[in-house]
Each structure stands twice: as structure tokens, then as C-alpha cells.
């Protein structure tokens, strides 16, 4: 099973370089899919272009119009849901979020969903299989497939209520006004209920045993629990970041898996502790993709 991923262009972080590093100290190939040059990737991963996947004009259809703040990032999250889905479609392996860190290697069944809880309510979307012929793929495709990429998963609140609102007040809107998980682990768990998939998902501790401002831990130099010796921990999700740049605690599990995978990194550039950096989840799109007034 091969690992694929998704990176739009420019430089990948050193937390997103050493997550990748990981994949591949765990035996997996691993292809990453751009619009554009990556720097700051691991030897060894294969580099694709994503045109063929999905248009980079699909981004311009997800920009929100109500919740204009959401510009900036929104978009390439949303974009990166569906990009997933399109992957399982052509059978391109087990999709992994660039900021997966794995501690080793395991086995995923081709025939059969691979995901797990991210928490007692929702399927996680970072990682995530589905075999081509699976039944969530003709979901994902309809809507892709539609004028306005409105999600028919939905629940009753953002799927009636709330667009329904915005239209008696004349509010023109997107569907990604409707939060930034319409695509995401919400649409997963919400099909994967509508389908019978639900019993195919691994326990939270897999690859969420830290999850949300717990993945802060990650950087902590007097945390106690490693998770990395942990058998029935595949890997880790680092949802909550902080600066990726500044060189971490020796003593911290950021630490010790730069030093584990020291031989398959790249060189990395270091601020100095405290030191500023740049956007952490995207670039601002709206200088790529203008925004147009409804």
C-alpha cells in the first residue's frame, strides 16, 4: 500500500519534512502530488502533478463569501478533502495529511476501508483509504459533479436551516460558509453511517492518541508518555501546532524523531527560539485566485 499525499507549492515546513521522512523509515512508498515546486522533501518520495487529479480552478469555487476571514486558509482545506477522495478513486494508496507522523509500519487491506475515530464523535480525515468501487466515492462525485458543490450529507441545521436563512435574507453564500469540515472528518463520519462503514474504524489511540491542543505534548521536553514505543500506536496526528521553525527540545518526542530520521531528512533551516515565521496552515489564496463579488 503506497501512501499519498498533497502539498500545493512552495516550501514544505520541517515538521511536515520530518512526517514524511517517517513514512518512508516505515517501509511505505509515498508519492506527493503539487501544482507547483516542493522544496524541503524527503529523497525518495515520487513527485506528481495534481492537475490530473483535480483543476487548481477548484479552488476558486470554494472560496467562502459570507465568512470572508476564511479566505486565507479555507479553501486549500476544503480543496484537500476533496483532492483525498479523488485519489481513492483512482486507487493511488493510503492517503496521509503532510503533518502525520508515523512510528511504524502497518498493514492496510486493499479491499477494505482504513480510517479511524478521531474522538468519540468523528471519523478523522488525515488519515484515510477507501477501495476505488466504495459507495462514500459516488457521494463525493455527485457532488463534485454539481454547479455548486453543496454537500447532500448534510444534517438539518447547515444542510436546510441555515442555507435557507441566508436566502430570505437575500445573502448569496458558498458552501464553504457552511463550516470548514463539510468536506471533511464531518462528511466522512456522516457517510460512513449512511454506508455501514462505521465498524470498519480503528480506536482513537492509533493515530489520535494525542489529538487537538493535547498534540501540543509533542513539543514538550518533560512529557513522560512516548507514544512512539507504544505498539498499538501507528502514528500521530499533529493537529494543534506551534511555529514549526524554531528548533525543538532535544528531550521532546519532536526532538528524538529528529534525531531517529536525522539520516533521511534534508537540511532544514532553523530560526532562532522565538523567532517569527511565516502563515501556518496555507498562503493567502485570495493573491492567487482573486476574489470575485457575487
Known amino acids: 500500500m503506497r501512501i499519498a499525499t498533497f502539498w500545493h507549492s512552495g516550501r514544505l515546513r520541517n515538521m511536515e519534512t520530518l512526517c514524511l521522512a517517517s513514512w518512508l523509515e516505515a517501509g511505505f512508498e509515498v508519492d506527493l502530488y503539487s501544482y ?14 495534481a492537475d490530473p487529479v483535480l483543476p487548481e480552478s477548484l479552488l476558486q469555487r470554494l472560496l467562502p463569501v459570507l465568512r470572508k476571514e476564511r479566505r486565507a486558509f479555507q479553501p486549500m482545506m476544503n480543496f484537500s478533502d476533496l483532492f483525498r477522495v479523488k485519489l ?5 494508496g493510503l492517503w496521509l495529511d503532510c503533518d502525520v507522523l508515523l512510528f511504524r509500519h502497518f498493514a492496510v487491506d486493499p479491499g477494505k476501508p482504513f480510517f479511524a475515530w478521531e474522538d468519540r464523535h468523528r471519523i478523522g480525515s488525515p488519515v484515510f483509504y477507501l477501495p476505488p468501487d466504495n459507495p462514500m466515492i459516488a457521494d463525493y462525485l455527485r457532488v463534485l459533479e454539481s454547479p455548486d458543490l453543496m454537500p447532500h450529507w448534510l444534517g438539518f441545521r447547515r444542510g436546510v436551516l441555515r442555507p435557507t436563512f441566508w436566502r430570505l435574507l437575500g445573502r448569496p453564500f458558498s458552501p464553504a460558509d457552511l463550516g470548514i469540515t463539510v468536506y471533511g ?17 480503528l480506536g482513537v489511540r492509533v493515530f489520535y492518541g494525542w489529538n487537538g491542543k493535547e498534540t501540543l505534548r509533542f513539543y514538550d521536553a518533560d512529557e513522560t508518555e512516548r507514544l512512539e514505543d507504544d505498539p498499538a500506536v501507528f502514528g500521530l496526528h499533529l493537529h494543534h501546532k506551534l511555529h514549526p521553525t524554531p528548533r525543538p527540545a532535544a528531550a521532546s518526542l519532536y526532538g528524538r524523531m529528529l534525531d531517529r530520521l536525522g539520516k533521511r531528512l534534508p537540511p532544514l533551516a532553523w530560526l532562532p527560539e522565538g523567532g517569527r515565521t511565516g502563515p501556518l496552515i496555507a498562503p493567502n489564496l485570495t493573491k492567487t485566485f482573486p476574489i470575485r463579488r457575487p
Open 36 to 49: 507547483g515546486t516542493v522544496e524541503g522533501v524527503p529523497e525518495g518520495v515520487a513527485r506528481h502533478a
Open 88 to 92: 481513492q478513486e483512482r486507487g493511488a
Open 185 to 201: 472528518n464531518d462528511a466522512f463520519t456522516r457517510l460512513a453511517r449512511k454506508h455501514d462503514l462505521l465498524r470498519h474504524a
